[in-house]
């Protein structure tokens, strides 16, 4: 039978622990978990303009509600100093109003040296399996994302039923998460996935996230985040041991044969490293 619990904060970590995780654990919040991370030390220091303010990238928001149906993403071509200038100003924009601006295609594989922003070697139970794959085969699961006050993301699902880590190296969020279960009931999730998971219970967590802290988001967990203030974000999809069945099945039920084929082989490959070691 399922219930929903309305319990307002998911799993709170305080700094100084191994940032180890599992899946069945929910959402996890790990206190001042990213403060060593690089881009974090970058804000923190100052530095984030003078290293990178001439980064060209691109912010997008959707343009003003006609009531005619899904709104187009309208995009602007800009630098990161200049972007962080609209954040703070609150003006700049050069179209109409609406949503406010925010960047979030800016790929960590997109840069020369992506060890400016990621730690070189990250917790193993946040390991991307696919990073494993030649570079041109790769998905791209590593984002740096910048936003103003007010702008977010709307309740979804990850891409391939990953899991994912959100570092924040500036600013404030307000997450909230739904369980699987309330997620199929919200329609965000298909009802297959359930078998997947123990837990059927409803359950929505909410929490604020700073500077510094680790966020971990589980498969299956529908989420939507705004940003309190102008933020600094870098986050990452994974599949790995933790979560492959949900990506397994979320490749079988779109026929996606060879990826289905390429995460055989990766898990293969798992289990003899972790036989050889």
């Given at each position: 039978?399922?219930?929903?619990?309305?319990?307002?904060?998911?799993?709170?970590?305080?700094?100084?622990?191994?940032?180890?995780?599992?899946?069945?654990?929910?959402?996890?919040?790990?206190?001042?978990?990213?403060?060593?991370?690089p881009?974090?030390?970058?804000c923190?220091?100052?530095?984030?303009?003078?290293?990178?303010?001439?980064?060209?990238?691109?912010?997008?928001?959707?343009?003003?509600?006609?009531?005619?149906?899904?709104?187009?993403?309208?995009?602007?071509?800009?630098?990161?100093?200049?972007?962080?200038?609209?954040?703070?100003?609150?003006?700049?924009?050069?179209?109409?109003?609406?949503?406010?601006?925010?960047?979030?295609?800016?790929?960590?594989?997109?840069?020369?040296?992506?060890?400016?922003?990621?730690?070189?070697?990250?917790?193993?139970?946040?390991?991307?399996?696919?990073?494993?794959l030649?570079?041109?085969?790769?998905?791209?699961w590593?984002?740096?994302?910048?936003?103003?006050?007010?702008?977010?993301?709307?309740?979804?699902?990850?891409?391939?039923?990953?899991?994912?880590?959100n570092?924040?190296?500036?600013?404030?969020?307000?997450?909230?998460?739904?369980?699987?279960?309330?997620?199929?009931?919200a329609?965000?999730?298909?009802?297959?996935?359930?078998?997947?998971v123990?837990?059927?219970?409803?359950?929505?967590?909410?929490?604020?996230?700073?500077?510094?802290?680790?966020?971990?988001i589980?498969?299956?967990?529908?989420?939507?985040?705004?940003?309190?203030?102008?933020?600094?974000?870098?986050?990452?999809?994974?599949?790995?041991?933790?979560?492959?069945?949900?990506?397994?099945?979320?490749?079988?039920?779109?026929?996606?044969?060879?990826?289905?084929?390429?995460?055989?082989?990766?898990?293969?490959?798992?289990g003899?490293?972790?036989?050889?070691?």
């Amino acid at each position: 039978m399922t219930s929903t619990n309305l319990a307002r904060r998911p799993v709170e970590r305080k700094p100084g622990r191994p940032v180890e995780w599992s899946v069945d654990e929910g959402p996890v919040i790990i206190r001042a978990g990213a403060s060593d991370w690089p881009l974090t030390r970058t804000c923190a220091s100052g530095r984030l303009i003078a290293d990178h303010g001439q980064r060209t990238l691109t912010a997008v928001r959707r343009a003003p509600a006609t009531g005619d149906g899904p709104e187009p993403e309208t995009v602007w071509g800009t630098t990161l100093r200049e972007f962080l200038r609209y954040c703070e100003s609150g003006d700049g924009s050069p179209c109409p109003a609406g949503e406010p601006w925010y960047v979030k295609d800016w790929t960590v594989a997109s840069e020369p040296d992506p060890g400016a922003f990621l730690p070189a070697d990250m917790p193993s139970s946040l390991r991307n399996w696919f990073a494993r794959l030649p570079q041109a085969a790769r998905p791209a699961w590593e984002w740096i994302y910048v936003g103003p006050r007010g702008s977010g993301s709307e309740l979804h699902v990850d891409v391939m039923m990953s899991s994912a880590w959100n570092a924040l190296a500036a600013g404030t969020k307000r997450w909230r998460f739904l369980s699987p279960a309330a997620s199929v009931r919200a329609g965000v999730l298909p009802e297959p996935y359930l078998d997947l998971v123990g837990n059927r219970d409803r359950l929505e967590f909410e929490c604020t996230q700073n500077a510094g802290d680790l966020v971990i988001i589980p498969s299956g967990w529908a989420h939507e985040v705004v940003n309190l203030d102008t933020t600094v974000a870098a986050t990452g999809n994974f599949v790995n041991r933790g979560n492959a069945v949900f990506a397994r099945r979320h490749l079988e039920t779109r026929g996606r044969a060879p990826w289905l084929k390429v995460l055989g082989a990766l898990e293969h490959d798992e289990g003899n490293r972790t036989h050889a070691a």
